[in-house]
């Protein structure tokens, strides 16, 4: 059967890039995974004039240019890489090693949660002692491990509760473990800045023709939210402003070029 060519259903890949280092060719398109929706969104000023030489009334004239190019993007993938563009953090996936972690002072007080500064190894058993180093406290009675990796007192521990110096709670515990591979994102880290967008796909109502779209230059708000306890799959809903890129050509009026991006179907 022959392709039609002109209904669209895409399918594909989101890749983005820093725009000053895709400027500067010193990165590369890196695919954001799997992504529910990509839509772009366009709004208008109008500007309507009268007719006032008619007791019909009407428009005398009408102008309709372009105000604002919006483009929505659906996250399903919570990479350390989607998670930092959406919270305005800095980190990227496994930027953080396995290494050893002997002797870690904590606060811990009875019945309250006490995370480790690290996500833990859950294959390695983690060892809780006082400070000083003399005394191995015993899982189960003086303490529990949180399926995180956190500690935990239970009631009736042998664990002393910190002592408090000029207002300041003072390490009562000390914690051997193994730190695993993590991604680690700092929160709200940056301002907002410019990406290359490309969209790299088929369209599955026209034969799988292969599709490119690309918006130069966008520059994405902060996610609507992240969901880190819900019923349904956590998502990372943006909204970017697509601007020009003064890096490009306008061309002729023969041979027009946009500024903006491009569509290939």
Not at 50 to 72: F, K, P
Not at 159 to 171: E, K, L, Y
Not at 174 to 201: C, E, I, N
Not at 224 to 237: G, P, W
Request: charged share 15%; glycine share 10%.
């Amino acid at each position: 059967m022959a392709t039609k060519n002109c209904c669209f259903k895409g399918r594909g890949e989101i890749a983005v890039v820093d725009y000053a280092l895709a400027i500067k060719k010193t990165a590369g398109l890196m695919s954001v995974g799997n992504a529910s929706q990509c839509a772009v969104n366009l709004s208008e000023r109008k500007e309507n004039v009268r007719d006032y030489t008619s007791s019909a009334g009407g428009m005398d004239c009408s102008s309709r240019e372009i105000d604002e190019v919006e483009v929505a993007l659906t996250l399903l993938c919570s990479s350390a890489e989607n998670l930092a563009m959406g919270l305005y953090g800095v980190g990227a996936t496994g930027n953080v090693a396995t290494a050893a972690v002997v002797g870690e002072q904590l606060v811990a007080w009875p019945g309250a949660i006490v995370p480790l500064n690290d996500l833990a190894d859950e294959t390695v058993a983690i060892v809780v002692k006082n400070v000083a180093g003399s005394t191995t406290y015993t899982p189960g009675t003086d303490y529990e491990v949180t399926q995180a990796g956190s500690i935990r007192l239970l009631a009736g521990t042998t664990i002393p509760s910190p002592t408090i110096t000029s207002g300041v709670g003072q390490p009562n515990i000390a914690v051997t473990y193994m730190r695993k591979d993590q991604s680690l994102v700092q929160l709200v880290r940056r301002s907002s800045k410019p990406v290359l967008m490309h969209f790299d796909g088929i369209n599955i109502m026209d034969g799988n023709r292969p599709t490119y779209f690309d918006l130069y230059r966008v520059i994405f708000g902060p996610a609507k939210s992240f969901s880190a306890l819900s019923d349904n799959v956590s998502q990372i809903e943006l909204v970017g402003t697509v601007t020009k890129d003064p890096t490009k050509l306008v061309g002729t009026a023969g041979a027009p070029l946009s500024q903006y991006g491009t569509l290939r179907i």
